[in-house]
């Protein structure tokens, strides 16, 4: 488990890194783009890392793509895994947005164009905001964090 477990941390740390830097770029708006879609990657390979983590806590030791597949395949199922089912499965919750928006960065209408301004008075039926990538960032962060701590107290 200490590989994935370090694995998951180096994902982490390398989604830090590359949102620092989107961040800081004063750069085009494109590679502020491509930084931001490479730390939304790494940060789903941090979650993946992760469930590789709780599965060799279950004594599952095959490669596992997503929570679903997890829950199908191991032999325990444990409170970890039901929390991220809970989340996963909550249309409002982080955990189900930053999903969605890996889904959606994957897809080909994803790509930006640049919107025409919309004239005072009209209201704008463009969504213009961008994922909180730092957000998601945080959360997962935490939660991965807070397990680790509470299966240690066990």
């Keep these: 488990m200490a590989s994935w477990l370090s694995f998951t941390n180096h994902k982490l740390y390398q989604c830090r890194l590359l949102l620092q830097q989107a961040q800081q770029t004063t750069e085009p708006v494109v590679l502020k783009d491509a930084l931001q879609d490479s ?3 790494l940060l789903r390979d941090a979650y993946v890392s992760y469930l590789h983590e709780l ?3 279950a004594t599952y030791r095959q490669p596992v793509e997503s929570l679903a597949q997890l829950l199908q395949v191991t032999p325990l199922v444990t409170g970890e895994m039901r929390e991220l089912e809970h989340l996963e499965n909550d249309s409002f919750s982080w955990l189900r947005q930053f999903l969605n928006a890996v889904a959606a960065v994957a897809q080909p209408d994803n790509i930006s164009v640049p919107v ?20 998601w960032h945080e959360r997962l962060t935490q939660l991965i964090d807070l397990q680790r701590e509470n299966r240690q107290e066990s």
Excluded: F, K, R
Excluded at 119 to 130: K, R
């Design 39 to 41: 730390a939304l990657y």
């Design 116 to 135: 025409t301004p919309v004239q005072p008075g009209m209201i704008s039926l463009v969504d213009n905001s961008t994922p909180d990538i730092a957000l």
């Design 55 to 57: 599965a060799e806590l």
